[in-house]
T-cell receptor
Framework: AQKVTQVQTEISVVEKEDVTLDCVYE???????LFWYKQPPSGELVFLIR??????QNEISGRYSWNFQKSTSSFNFTITASQVVDSAVYFC???????????????FGKGTKLSVIP | DTGVSQDPRHKITKRGQNVTFRCDPI?????LYWYRQTLGQGPEFLTY????????KSRLLSDRFSAERPKGSFSTLEIQRTEQGDSAMYLC????????????FGPGTRLTVT
């Protein structure tokens, strides 16, 4: 089973529409961390947000917002009034304790490719 | 402060050749990670360093792969006797101590094995 499942493989929206990217994760840990990264066509992964498992407050940053729900193991990402520059692949990632390695390990989902059409 | 840098950005090599990639992390970051990313997939963890110590290696890292971080600053990833299956984007990332900190990624080295 995938530890991080990004529900949509590809999404296309028209500029100014709102769009939500869904992420479902699986872990047995009580302490873990969730991340979203953006990978534009240039290829460099850009950090967007980190959330720890004890903080279920939703967060808003400009046109971006994140909804974290432990009850459904989801960490969804919404872009409001999308713009062409939002076109990219977005990755959700889970950091959990790897007892074998004695450290936290980051596992990425397969990504959601978002295309914003002008 | 500059971000994570990687060199070269692109590498084309023939099967069986050895290649080496370099990563320069953000200067105050003690942790350095290597990932591999193939088309349509998220980055997959290969190995990481805490300062100069290599603390974990993925099963993806075969014996043909070796990584070093000799002085706890830059790191190199070497692939010996390259195979076509090694073709991928190799990403380097760095972070502060503690796996809960966000990792900052470099632009990657795209390897093509012909």
């Amino acid at each position: 089973a995938q530890k991080v499942t990004q529900v949509q493989t590809e999404i296309s929206v028209v500029e100014k529409e709102d769009v939500t990217l869904d992420c479902v994760y699986e872990t047995r840990d009580t302490t873990y961390y969730l991340f979203w990264y953006k990978q534009p066509p240039s290829g460099e992964l850009v950090f967007l947000i980190r959330r720890n498992s004890f903080d279920e407050q939703n967060e808003i940053s400009g046109r971006y917002s994140w909804n974290f729900q432990k009850s459904t193991s989801s960490f969804n990402f919404t872009i409001t009034a999308s713009q062409v520059v939002d076109s990219a692949v977005y990755f959700c990632a889970l950091s959990e304790w790897n007892s074998g390695a004695g450290s936290y390990q980051l596992t990425f989902g397969k990504g959601t490719k978002l295309s914003v059409i002008p | 402060d500059t971000g994570v840098s990687q060199d070269p950005r692109h590498k084309i090599t023939k099967r069986g050749q050895n290649v080496t990639f370099r990563c320069d992390p953000i200067s105050e970051h003690n942790r350095l990670y290597w990932y591999r990313q193939t088309l349509g997939q998220g980055p997959e963890f290969l190995t990481y360093f805490q300062n100069e110590a290599q603390l974990e290696k993925s099963r993806l890292l075969s014996d043909r792969f070796s990584a070093e971080r000799p002085k706890g600053s830059f790191s190199t990833l070497e692939i010996q006797r390259t195979e076509q299956g090694d073709s991928a984007m190799y990403l380097c990332a760095s972070s502060k101590d503690g796996g809960y900190y966000e990792q900052y990624f470099g632009p990657g080295t795209r390897l093509t094995v012909t």
